[in-house]
């Protein structure tokens, strides 16, 4: 079959020019491996970039993921978050600029994760230099379960919970050098109450309530004020509002865990 020719024309000459069948097969396969050959030249140029982009110094990669944060659209999860995921040295080298646009301000209350988080990014110097605010904000419409604790020196549900506070504020207050205010959005009631665990006959365990004590905005101002002797805050100020939704209350940054 590859006997048949084809005819064609060249302009230059005007000559009639017999190409075969199988010189148009050969050149079709030639165009389809150069096709191939473009495309992973491509992938591997994207590759190269990409591995360009990850060796960049850490100052000019700064200034790059400053673009990514910006004013109009604040913090979200395809700009900073994204570029952090790429791989592990953008990660590395992009963790100051990440702690600042998604810790700058902290929403929190008395429960235990928020002050865990408080007390984590404390102890990453990344993210707690970035941290500029902290936003202390309770309704009281829950009570916070506090386990009986048996010390001699603590006796009472109030000195339990005060001591835990004020080791919390002490030990994360430090690691926040850079943290200017602290909001206290009022009415604030952190409502704490001790449950003992009984043994039924039954062999089932039963909480029975204990005590009670609350903690008021006084009380949670002082214990501040009582930890914030390194800590280089600037000011401190109490906030009143009439108004605030819940949503006020979730910390923010915490959709994303600290890598």
Not at 131 to 147: C, M, N, S, T, W
């Amino acid at each position: 079959m590859w006997k048949r020719k084809v005819g064609c024309r060249d302009k230059s000459s005007e000559a009639p020019e017999i190409v075969t069948e199988y010189q148009l097969h050969n050149i079709a396969n030639a165009s389809k491996k150069s096709n191939g050959l473009h495309h992973k030249n491509t992938a591997a140029l994207t590759l190269i970039q990409m591995a360009s982009l990850s060796a960049l110094p850490t100052e000019l990669l700064s200034q790059i993921t400053r673009h990514l944060v910006t004013p109009k659209y604040g913090f979200e999860d395809n700009g900073i978050c994204s570029l952090r995921l790429t791989c592990r040295a953008l990660c590395l080298k992009t963790q100051y600029e990440f702690g600042k646009a998604a810790f700058s301000t902290l929403r929190l209350d008395l429960h235990a994760k928020p002050l865990q988080l408080l007390l984590n990014i404390s102890k990453r110097p990344a993210f707690g230099e970035g941290v500029k605010q902290l936003v202390f904000a309770q309704l009281g419409d829950e009570r916070i379960a506090f386990p009986s604790v048996e010390d001699d020196e603590l006796d009472t549900l109030k000195e339990q919970v005060l001591f835990m506070l004020s080791r919390v504020f002490t030990e994360a207050l430090p690691g926040l050098p850079n943290l200017q205010e602290v909001v206290i959005i009022t009415p604030f009631a952190a409502r704490f109450r001790r449950y003992d665990v009984i043994q039924g006959s039954s062999f089932m365990d039963t909480s029975v309530w204990k005590e009670d004590y609350d903690v008021t905005v006084n009380v949670l101002h002082m214990l501040i004020a009582q930890a914030v002797g390194g800590a280089g805050i600037r000011t401190m100020r109490t906030r009143r509002f009439r108004h605030y939704t819940a949503a006020s209350l979730v910390p923010m940054g915490s959709h994303r865990a600290p890598r």
